[in-house]
């Protein structure tokens, strides 16, 4: 089985380099998702998944390796209806843009294009199902037929050995749902998961799309077939380098020579940790620093914002624990340094403070960091790099940003005190009149 065989060699290729494996040990976060979309209506949310172990007996036999899988979430973003092919845009622009969203995957099986999408965040983190409750095999069987109905492959080939091991008398279309289960949709089923939430405005959202369905055209076209390669163009490629069209970070090339590409590619669990300190950690107080780092400049001087930035929380939840499909003892590794372990260190200073997982925490911290920023404000003529083209432009927005920024923040923050802190497993699902108003303050400043 394709699936199998590429979590035999991402295993192999992973061993190569030191490697630090962990099950799920962190405090499962929940959000309070309509609060969060009231003040960002347009978010991108990359997910590291774990490995995936279905129990034998019934149905297709399904795993992968620890290297672990993962998966993008857009939020204000919906699928192109009767495009017979996977293909998204934005969502008309108005109140019920935060309802909507798609969730993205990348996989080795399909032939003409690079990712799918699945309609619905419930449906694609939990194919529709309380993730506390037992996931049965009827519960299983009865979410792939919805599936189905959506039309998730429609318009998609998968490659021919796909089927090698399909069961005799099963049709193509049913087992291409089989096979796909916990990594295409309902990915809560089968997988662990640890996310990472990037607030977006509607404007930078549609370059992040644009890139996508640019990424599936030459296959639509039939120009020439996908291969996934898990060094030179892998699930991981595919994020990084949509957030790097809005100068989040700096593009990571794919189809590099592969002794090169061994030894520098992205993997699931390293891109949760680099992404959530991209967004939470970059020296924003720092003006020389900013302006040394290429991308953040471009992002200042190009988009108005940085690419740390209030909202870019964290979100994890364990695989559905009561489970008659999957098994639950799930690893996925980091890509580390084998003596210093240094992502593993970065991974445990996430969980240990709260602005990364808190939505309040998080914009109490930008808060505080901005009004130093306002603070510790230095002349123009101090700084040796006011002769470089391009500093005195960025040191002017840089300041107008900060300032802007605390105002906003101000207003979001005056949304959430009416609701009681709770910790974050015990977020429920109600926002306030007043968080919402905040909504236009907020996307403003994401512009």
């Known amino acids: 089985m394709r699936v199998a065989r590429v979590g035999v060699v991402a295993s192999i290729v992973l061993s190569l380099a030191g490697c630090s494996a962990a099950r799920f040990s962190v405090p499962a976060t929940e959000p309070d998702e309509a609060a969060y979309s009231a003040l960002f209506p347009y978010y991108v949310e990359f997910c590291a998944v774990s490995q995936l172990r279905k129990k034998p007996g019934f149905g297709a036999k399904v795993e992968s390796g620890f290297g672990g899988h993962s998966v993008l979430y857009l939020n204000g973003v919906c699928k192109v209806k009767d495009a017979h ?10 109140p019920e843009v935060a309802e909507n969203g798609v969730g993205l995957s990348v996989n080795a099986h399909y032939k003409n294009a690079n990712w799918v999408a699945t309609e619905g965040r419930d449906f694609f983190f939990h194919g529709g199902l309380d993730p506390a409750a037992r996931l049965t095999r009827a519960d299983y069987a009865r979410v792939q037929a919805k599936a189905e109905a959506m039309g998730i492959y429609d318009g998609v080939q998968f490659h021919r050995e ?56 030459p296959y639509r076209r039939d120009d020439k077939e996908f291969e996934w390669d898990i060094l030179r163009d892998n699930c991981a490629h595919v994020t990084h380098n949509a957030l790097a069209t809005v100068d989040l970070w700096d593009e ?40 040394a780092d290429s991308a953040a400049r471009r992002a200042l001087l190009n988009d108005d914002w940085l690419p740390t930035e209030p909202g870019a929380i964290v979100e994890t939840e364990p695989v559905f624990q009561k489970n008659d499909v999957y098994d639950t003892d799930l690893m996925l590794i980091f890509y580390d340094d084998p003596i210093l372990g240094r992502y593993q260190s970065r991974f445990d200073r996430i969980f240990a403070d709260p602005r990364y997982t808190d939505l309040r925490a998080n914009l109490e911290y930008f808060v505080a ?22 500093f005195v432009a960025f040191y002017d927005r840089y300041y107008d940003l900060a300032g802007r920024q605390s105002a906003v923040l101000r207003a979001g923050l005056a949304g959430l005190q009416t609701a009681p802190r709770l910790r974050p497993a015990q977020f429920g699902s109600s926002t306030t009149e007043r968080g919402m108003r905040s909504h236009d303050q907020l996307a403003a400043m994401q512009r």
């Open 162 to 217: 796909v089927f090698d091991d399909m069961p005799a008398g099963m049709p193509r279309e049913d087992f291409k749902y089989e096979m796909s289960v916990a990594t295409d949709y309902a990915i809560g089923f089968g997988r662990d998961r640890y996310c990472a939430r990037v607030p977006m405005s509607r404007d930078k959202m549609a370059r992040v799309v644009t890139f996508l369905n640019g990424l599936n055209e």
């Open 369 to 390: 960091l901005f009004d130093k920023v306002e603070r510790d404000r230095r002349p123009l003529a101090t700084y040796p790099e006011r002769t470089d083209p391009g």
């Open 85 to 94: 092919y996977p293909e998204i845009a934005l969502c008309d622009d108005g």
């Open 252 to 291: 990571w090339p794919i189809d590099r020579f592969v002794l090169f590409a061994a030894f520098d590619f992205p993997v699931p669990k390293n891109e949760f940790v680099n992404l959530v300190r991209r967004t939470n950690d970059a020296p924003v107080d720092d003006l020389p620093a900013l302006y």
